[in-house]
């Protein structure tokens, strides 16, 4: 059949990474001479059909049942199994969300069909599918191949390719039947919450200030706020930043906390270890300040201003403020 | 409460990562491997959980070759462990996620495990599915990023975290399997009289050949470093220079200033 793209729903909206996969689905079907589907599971999807349509597709597929009314990883990963079985996609798309991470596997262990996960690149060599993910803790680049003809669920890396690139289109709408019955859900799941989110989404801000330690001490943590504000911008940190309890967890950026691609990543005295550097990487533009020539922030940033951040930031902030 | 732990030996973080020349792993001359992070979380979580039901056993899981393994076996059995399996695999060592929960599950069903916890993924390959490929070959429910866990009965809650600052708690059926987060707790370090203790602990070993049923269903075909691929413009010299090229940038460039 092709590929196979999951559409994920987030606040009533089709994932902004999703589209990122549909827009890497579209890359490996020109890639391959293939077609893609494109599939809304849940409860209640019609509020995303008219989104999905509007992507250069071959169809939407729609799986819907009462008991997707919210995520459980047994009746997700059943489903797919299902819609893997009926329509035998070569490749089952989809972004590398904290969804995904929790029940694809489990579709695979199901469906006897391998799972490359985190993918940042495809191409094909020598007539093969070739999956580029990172290892080592991003120090070092690996190919990944799938063995056999059961191709394989893939799930794309955020930022690996850009929403905004995806093709649009006018695409046909197909409802699936699906089953599932209150048994083969053995989980128990409650209501979502947050913990003290303070209403900031990182991940929804086009400009992003953020702090490390070599901002030094916490009293100077206002003049990096002053920064943010005179740049219309969300302050962030780095671990030990919040570690330290100069700036509350849910402004952290990394491996464990939020994973963002802003317009601008304006780091200030943060020296880009690599637990820092999964969550930012993906940033449009990145300008680092650092005192440290040597600093691994300049590796990925595309400005790298040398230099002390205590003299610069107030005179920025004073320039940014007149203007 | 029977808990296994599945435990990868992996490089020290720390460790300057370079490629091996065929491409196929990396070089090891200074490579110190060590307990992956998110395991040593895992190991801790079953051990605080055997303390609080005040019975049980903690068995450690660990496949990979003897000169690795045995280091971060003992450590575990230091830590508390009651006993370690051991699955012994030689070069080429397997990279397929799949084909190493098979290899797992083969080597541990007939143990009927309560409790599996993994690490959420290893620093190294980074794959992130061993633990939940081996709960659901074993018919077990499975839950990931766990940052804290509650057993009542046959029952065990864990609340999971989400993206953007969520959290959801789930309630799983015994038997189930768990992916650790790393953070869930404050691992401990070996007692010197667990350090004494853990050489008489048992280490059984299974051979990795006698348990590989199957083909391999992915591979690791090349290992490289990354061309970097950004140009990078360093501004330099005095603050007030750096300003005015940065003002530039931020309005011209950019373009994150209003008109």
New interface residues.
Partial sequence: MGILVILEQKENSIHRMSLEAVAGAQDMADKMNMEISALLMGADVSPYVEKAQGLELKEVIVAQHELLNEYSCDGFSEIVRQVIEKESPNYVVMAHTYMVRDFLPRVSALSGVPFVPDVVSFQVTDGKPVFTKQMFNSKLGSDIVVNGAQGGLISFQSAAYQAESVRKGDAPVRDIEISLTPDQIRSVSEAPFQESSGGVDLTSAEVLVSVGRGIGEESKIPMAKALADAIGAELAASRPVVDSGWLPPFRQIGSSGQNVSPKLYFSVGISGAIQHVVGMKGSQNIIAINKDPEAPIFEIADYAVVGDLHEIIPRLTEALQEQ | MKIAVLIKQV?G?DSA?R?SENELW?EEMQIQYEMNESDAYALEEALLIKEAQGSGEVVVVCMGPSARVSKVLREALAKGADRAIHIVEEDPLET???QI?NILSESIKSESFDLILSGLQS???????T???L???LGM?????VIATEISGDKIKVK??????????????LPACLSIQ??INTPRYPSLKGIMGAKKKEIKTINKGDVQLR????????????Q?D????????E??S???R??D???S??K??GA
């Avoid at chain 2, 429910?141 to 990023?145: D, G, H, I, V, W």
């Fill in positions: 490089p973080s990562f490629a990396i397929d996620p799949y929960a620093v190294d390959l980074g794959m992130g599915q633990g939940v490929l709960g659901t070959m429910p499975t839950a990931t990023l999971r975290e989400l993206e953007s600052g969520w959290f959801q708690w789930v309630g799983l059926p790393s953070g083909d391999s269903l992915q591979m690791v075909n090349r290992i490289y470093s990354m970097r950004k140009k990078t413009e360093f501004i330099e010299g603050p007030d750096q300003v005015s940065l003002m940038i931020l309005r460039e950019v994150v200033l």
